[in-house]
């Protein structure tokens, strides 16, 4: 046979350095884009103000005039009406100066950003299109093997049978073809779970991002209708808009974290963690930015180390914290504890007397998005549990939870 899929896999490689080079030139052009805006607008804004402030009002039909009649420094704004009248005349070196100094740093600020971010998008890149790459290496070696038309038959019936929603492999009776068969499956099962984390990235994210983006939205159509003349309006608009941003980002922080968790590019860091002095930091922590509940601790009497990442176990602790916090009643009582469990096991402890779970939501607890009917009203995501989860099982520990209505929630992270 021809080596036409070496020129396939040639070709492939072609698209990818394609796709690479289409990101950096949208992204640096980006930054010239928005730096040479920023050049334009100031100088404009500033004409604006000028000739507000001294004229008293702004009329399109006004003439501008720049001369420069002894060279850049001398460089003057002229203001003249539809007769030719000279209304105002001001010097703008120094505001095109400022503007141009000010583009510069911000140019000089983003072309950095922009920098240290390609690189890991140019790596994902890599790595979205390493399944077609792998693809087209496959397609090479099997261009090697010397096939009959049966034995290419027989592929092309077990590879058509293959459905993007089912879990079945491709099976090949052909002793022969099972290197084939192997190989591909691996890239089926990979091409599949690509997909289905990436569908299911987007769909939690499109469904939770509506809400916000709705309200400000129609905050900004009510300040573009009312907000200029009604102190109130503009008051209640940017205090609504403010928070919403921040529910936002704080949202979209929680699914980037489970994002990268899930294409495994949060490494952990393990290293020795002294638990009773993580839960005391904890505890010290929660006394002093929160002053609405009772904080109590009982720690372990004796020594309790393991193996962990310090940054995430502490951060999967917090979030237990912060949901007693929420669903705890002001002045009734949280304690943080830690010890050893009948299996053996070290265990980090959050208990509240809030409102408690019922059997079902304790089922689904950990689940993206899932919050209980009684939760709803409270402010939230549904994530933080399931980023929660995420690290206990990282460190290949578990939860044990005992809850009831009305009486409260005892969570314990087992390692």
């Known amino acids: 046979m021809s080596s036409n899929p070496n020129k396939e896999e040639r070709r492939i490689r072609s698209i990818k350095g394609k796709v690479m080079r289409m990101l950096i030139a949208r992204r640096l052009g980006g930054v010239f884009g928005g730096s040479l805006g920023l050049f334009v607008l100031i100088p404009i804004l500033w004409a604006v103000y000028t000739v507000t402030e001294k004229l008293g009002t702004f009329s399109f039909s006004y003439k501008v005039l720049l001369t420069m009649p002894d060279g850049v420094k001398s460089l003057m704004f002229k203001l003249t009406d539809a007769a030719g009248t000279v209304l105002l005349t001001e010097s703008a070196y120094k505001i095109v100066l400022f503007s141009a100094v000010a583009s510069t740093v911000v140019f000089a600020f983003r072309f950095i950003g922009a920098l240290l971010s390609i690189g890991p998008d140019l790596t994902k890149i890599s790595t979205i299109l390493a399944p077609i790459d792998e693809l087209a290496t496959r397609a090479d070696e099997i261009s090697n093997f010397e096939f009959d038309e049966s034995k290419y038959q027989l592929l092309e019936n077990a590879i058509s049978k293959i459905e993007p929603d089912d879990n079945k492999e491709i099976l090949l009776p052909d002793k022969e073809l099972q290197g084939i068969e192997t190989a591909m499956n691996k890239l089926i099962g990979r091409m599949k779970e690509n997909y289905r984390q ?17 309200v400000i939205e129609g905050y900004a159509n009510m300040l573009s209708r009312w907000g200029r003349d009604d102190e109130k309006v503009l008051e209640e608009s940017i205090t609504a808009i403010k928070n919403e941003s921040a529910n936002m980002k704080h949202l979209v922080e929680q699914l980037l974290f489970l994002a990268r968790g899930d294409s495994g590019r949060t490494e952990l860091k393990p290293e020795d963690v002294d638990l009773n002095a993580m839960m005391q930091e904890i505890y010290e922590e929660s006394l002093m930015i929160d002053e609405h509940h009772r904080y109590r601790i009982k720690l372990f009497d004796g020594n309790l180390h393991i193996n962990a990442d310090p940054g995430l176990l502490k951060q999967a602790v917090r979030i237990l914290v ?13 304690i943080l504890g830690t010890g050893i469990n009948e299996k053996g096991e070290d265990y980090l402890m959050v208990q509240d007397t809030g409102i408690g779970m019922s059997a079902n939501d304790v089922e689904h607890m950990f689940e993206r998005f899932y919050r209980a009917d009684e939760a709803r009203s409270r402010e939230g995501t549904g994530l933080g549990l399931s980023i ?3 690290i206990v099982d990282r460190h290949k520990g578990n939860f044990t939870v005992v809850s009831r209505t009305d009486l409260g929630t005892r969570i314990c992270i087992n390692l």
């Open 388 to 390: 929660a989860k995420w």
């Open 322 to 334: 912060d949901n007693a916090a929420k669903y705890t009643n002001e002045g009734d009582e949280i």
């Open 198 to 214: 990436q569908a299911r990235f987007v769909n939690d994210a499109s469904h939770e991002l509506r809400t916000p983006i709705a």
